[in-house]
Nanobody, 127 residues
Framework: QVQLVESGGGSVQAGGSLRLSCDVS????????MGWFRQAPGKEREGVAS????????AYADSVKGRFTISQDNAKRTLYLQMNSLKPEDTAMYYC????????????????????WGQGTQVTVST
């Protein structure tokens, strides 16, 4: 059974850092897209960062480029999101997600079509 479990959320002041983790189980991590998404109250869910597990190629939303870093530890079957220079507008529920597929940068950067999702972890950034 596919399972993704996020952790690492919390409350920080603007300018601070957090590292989110997503433990994955129930399927092979190769040839997969893994992504981080977020949803703030009253807003649509948006893609934040994605990675293709076989190659390690990454893509980021413009709003987080230079501040967030997605990474993976395939041996530990864990996906990470290092978030630095956090801003109040980064406040949201953060989700990790995955989909199987052959590599395409268009697919990677589109943040579309993810089929399995975790329950989310809350990130709150205060001024």
């Amino acid at each position: 059974q596919v399972q993704l479990v996020e952790s690492g959320g919390g409350s920080v002041q603007a300018g601070g850092s957090l590292r989110l983790s997503c433990d994955v189980s129930g399927y092979s991590v190769s040839n997969r897209y893994m992504g981080w998404f977020r949803q703030a109250p009253g807003k649509e869910r948006e893609g934040v960062a994605s990675i293709y597990t076989r190659s390690g190629v990454t893509a980021y939303a413009d709003s987080v480029k230079g501040r967030f870093t997605i990474s993976q530890d395939n041996a530990k079957r864990t996906l990470y999101l290092q978030m630095n220079s956090l801003k109040p507008e980064d406040t949201a529920m953060y989700y990790c997600a995955t989909k199987f597929g052959l590599y395409s940068y268009i697919d990677l950067a589109s943040f579309r079509g993810f089929t399995s999702w975790g329950q989310g972890t809350q990130v709150t950034v205060s001024t």
